[in-house]
């Protein structure tokens, strides 16, 4: 009898887990009222985000993951914007820029940054080049912050010949750009090596030489630079699986102090791609995991966790969440 009893439990407590593991994250849990706002979109698979924040809307692009389930390595043809006013309702804007948007590129539509400059919207990206070898960063320009974006150049920006810091094929990857106060522009990339240049102010030029950046150890990619309180903070993707460490520094181009980790590795996805934003008085963390039903490290989903900072500006650890972040309406 004991053992009968042991054997439906057991029986309950493995359906129980494979029930979990293979349905979708439910709107509510059963038997209460908590929403999950996380992933924000649950219809489509989408990385590496980069949040604008414009008038009253937060902006978020993203690359889309199309992998089929099981399927091997990166497959991203396009990047996606999706809009919020409340931060738990996200309305699709449509697949506003394609690698076949940019004649110089084959596949690969890896992590991008749009911002907005001189009223418009540039929205830097990277693709794999067709005749340079290996990753190269291009930008996109549009009056509206979702497009239509078209080629701003014609050419890639940053090709893999122009950075000759390590022998790789993919360090010219993951742009992100920061405008600061006084109007000038610089971009940052890398993966291994973190670049930094300036950026001219016609915002598709760089203007001078392409620096290495020291001060942030383990450095894998998805360099992204915000202010608070009047420091720089250079926030990345470190090690494999990637963490987001930071580093902080009263100037943009350093040098940096490391600060540590600040947001662990994330559930089912070895990459942790991040962007960070304040909207209407709260600092929000936008990063990816694969979280989704039927998601995995190529198939990953973007979510929204809520961002402190100690009184000492270091920042506090993110709790990752199913939650979500609390409507602001
Ligand atoms: O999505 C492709 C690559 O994976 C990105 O460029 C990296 O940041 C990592 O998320």
Redesign the pocket.
Known sequence: MRYFIWMVLLGLLISACSEDSTTDIPDELPGNTIKHYNPIIKDQFT??PAALVYQDTVFVYT?H?EQEINGEG?L?NEWLVFSSTDLQNWTPRGAALAVSDFSWATR?A??GHCVEANGRFYWYI?AEHKDVPGKAIGVAVSDHPTGPFTDALGHALVTNDMTTAINSFWDD??PAVYVDDDGQAYIYWG?TVCYYAKLKPNMIELDGDIHVVEGVPNFT??PHIHKYNGQYYLTY?AGWPEATHYSVSDQITGPWEYKGQFNAVVENSP???QTIIDYEGQSYFIY?NGSLNTGGEYR?SVCIDSMFYNADGTIRPIIQTRTGVKSIR
């Open positions: 990385a590496d690359g993951d990166y991203m690969d890896w992590a990277c990857i993951d993966n990619e998805a993707a990459t942790n791609h990816h990953r």
